[in-house]
Every structure is written in C-alpha cells, then in structure tokens.
C-alpha cells in the first residue's frame, strides 16, 4: 500500500527553521517526482515545492525562493523540505504527494496522484 506520511511541523517564531519530512512506504521513491503542498485556512492548495526523481531538478513557487530548500534521499525514501526565515504567512498545513509519470516539477495539485495527511506548520510569536 502506497503511504506518504508527513513529520516536522510545530510552532517557530518569526525568523525560525523547521525542516519537514516526507517519508514514503508502499513504492520506490525514486520512481516518483515528489511535491510539497501547504493549505492555510480559508485559503486553496498551494503549491511549494517539487523535486524530480533523480533530484536533478526543483521547482518553487515565488512566495518561498530563497527560504525554502526541498531535497530527497532516495536510500531513505525521504523528501526533505527545509523552511529558513519563516513568517507568519508560512502558516500552514503542509502535505507532501507523489507522481508517478510526466516531466517537470509541477506545483498544480491535479498532477499527483498520491498525498500524505500533512502536518501543521504555525509561525507565530
């Protein structure tokens, strides 16, 4: 069984670091392009970050380049999201998916097929 699950949220000041993880059962990772997801509430999915396979290529939506690093070791079946200078607009759930086929690092939530249940992220004094 295809399982994603999802660890590393908490609460951080404005400034702070987290580092999340998104750790894969079920599949080999390596076969699955991974994407990290956030819904703060009230609002839509939004699209963060994206890793390819190999790791050769990501992606990163605007609101985070230059904060946020994705990265993933295959031998673990683990996806790393690194959060640097958070703020308060960071507040989110964050969920992490996977996609089997296509080209590219995506941030549209109708490319992945597979999602973990999340894990909650609160920047806040």
């Known amino acids: 069984q295809l399982r994603l699950v999802e660890s590393g949220g908490g609460l951080v000041q404005p400034g702070g670091s987290l580092t999340l993880s998104c750790v894969a059962s079920?599949?080999?990772?390596?076969?699955?392009?991974i994407g990290w997801f956030r819904q703060a509430p009230g609002k839509e999915l939004e699209g963060v970050s994206s890793i390819m396979r190999s790791g050769g290529s990501t992606g990163y939506a605007d609101s985070v380049k230059g904060r946020f690093t994705i990265s993933r070791d295959n031998a673990k079946a683990t996806v790393y999201l690194q959060m640097n200078s958070l703020k308060p607009e960071d507040t989110a759930a964050y969920l992490c998916?996977?996609?089997?086929?296509?080209?590219?690092?995506?941030?549209?939530?109708?490319?992945?097929?597979?999602w973990g249940q999340g894990t909650q992220v609160t920047v806040s004094t």
């Open positions: 079920g599949f080999p990772l390596a076969d699955y392009t």
């Open positions: 998916a996977a996609r089997r086929y296509g080209l590219g690092v995506p941030l549209k939530e109708g490319a992945y097929d597979y």
